[in-house]
């Protein structure tokens, strides 16, 4: 079976840095933080960790009355950064039916203030007549994928990709595989996700999370840095086009970058722990699957969320499968862990990076750790010609991915 050529032709986001690519990109070049102490945290009993990377809402009455109120935060993010996907490859809202687009969307799990709302309204008194009829759609756990798939009047084919801080990554190779055999011709694929206190407390309670810099947000978090104290959550959404080449050649429209590798696996050893051996097993597959070797890639863009150990295991592997040649950075440092939003938001920023042929450094990098040594770190930018990267992402449940796309 000849598999079809996967391009990407257009990109969207919602960002703690704004409503749009440029914002994000604008945020990134200025080596700025969006890390901020979040007003009211401080209530939470037993919540270490008080800071986070809020995105803003914006013009979200554009959207509809009637599907609005389906939606959470992530859910207007994701519609939002889909649209934006969309214009920015070259569709209108009336191309949408006689293409049949679909839209694969991931995300940790529903819209995490909703969910708190309806506990808090229902369990007081055990009493569920007080739940809003439209408070489900925005908790399911596919809310995302749901409410992008309604608002665009997508008919195609619709899913939702749940593994934590793999989810968009997940997603994006659901639509790569679904355009390569043919069986889609354009995909709407990304993540989202949203900050809540109970977010960061979930990861609080497996002491994951930074809890010594909330005097100094934007200190933290500190990827591969000595004095790496755990994630901070951020929230957004990414989107992006995925299209057969054919298709896009023929409509003339710009292309970012082809979808050339992706693997995805699980360590089958921890529920928490990163596993470096897993981690090498999937970039390597994911080269393979490019028909690339590790000589190919001239960035790494890697998933490093300033856990002491996921940290520790990523550099690692990568030092194990690329050595020290390869530039390596990450992007936690300015937007924080977008968590199912972070693996498109991150791969936006990658190809933007790729356009531009400037590789960001990792913001909050000091002092790399002697635990992460061993990689080309990049701790201030460069300026490089950028052909072909990789992109990781590591989840918590044991879930690995890796992409490789390249510049056409």
Not at 82 to 90: H, I, N, R, T, V
Not at 231 to 255: M, P, Q
Not at 311 to 325: H, L, N
Request: negative net charge; hydrophobic residues 40%.
């Amino acid at each position: 079976m000849q598999l079809k050529r996967v391009v990407i032709t257009g990109m969207g986001s919602v960002s703690p840095f704004g409503n749009d690519v440029k914002a994000l990109m604008d945020g990134i070049d200025h080596g700025r933080s969006a890390v901020r102490l979040m007003e009211g945290w401080d209530k939470y009993t037993g919540l270490r960790s008080h800071v986070a990377a809020p995105a803003e809402i914006q013009n979200e009455r554009k959207i509809p009355r009637n599907k609005r109120r389906f939606m959470g935060r992530m859910s207007i993010f994701s519609a939002q950064a889909a649209e934006q996907a969309l214009a920015d490859s070259g569709f209108s809202f009336s191309d949408i039916p006689q293409l049949k687009i679909g839209c694969v969307i991931g995300s940790t799990m529903g819209s995490a203030k909703s969910i708190n709302d309806a506990f808090e309204i229902m369990l007081p008194e055990k009493d569920i007549s007080q739940l809003n009829s439209s408070m489900f759609f925005q908790c399911m756990s596919h809310t995302a994928a749901a409410n992008v798939a309604q608002y665009l009047e997508l008919e195609g084919f619709i899913m939702a990709t749940s593994a934590a801080c793999a989810s968009s990554l997940h997603a994006i190779g659901v639509g790569y595989d679904l355009v390569r055999l043919g069986r889609q011709e354009i995909m709407l694929c990304g993540g989202a996700e949203e900050v809540h206190p109970t977010v960061t407390g979930s990861f609080d309670v497996l002491m994951a999370t930074s809890a010594g810099f909330n005097n100094n947000p934007s200190k933290t978090p500190r990827p591969f840095d000595r004095d790496r104290d755990g994630l901070v959550c951020g929230e957004g959404s990414g989107v992006l086009v995925l299209e057969d080449y054919d298709s896009a050649v023929w409509r003339n429209t710009k292309i970012y970058a082809e979808i050339i590798g992706y693997s995805t696996n699980g360590n089958g050893s921890h529920v928490s722990q990163s596993n470096k051996d897993s981690m090498v097993l999937c970039m390597q597959q994911a080269l393979s699957d490019a028909g690339i070797t590790k000589d190919d890639i001239d960035y790494i863009n890697a998933h490093a969320t300033a856990t002491i150990q996921g940290d520790k295991e990523e550099a690692e592997a990568i030092k194990e499968v690329f050595g020290s040649s390869v530039p390596v950075s990450s992007l936690k440092g300015y937007i924080g862990h977008t968590l199912g939003a972070s693996g498109a938001i991150e791969l936006i920023a990658s190809l933007q990076m790729m356009q531009k042929g400037v590789i960001y450094p990792t913001l909050n990098l000091d002092n790399v750790s002697p635990e992460c040594m061993g990689i080309n770190h990049v701790t201030s930018p460069v300026t490089k010609k950028i052909d072909t990267i990789l992109k990781n992402c590591f989840a918590f449940g044991g879930i690995n991915a890796a992409l490789v796309c390249r510049k056409l």
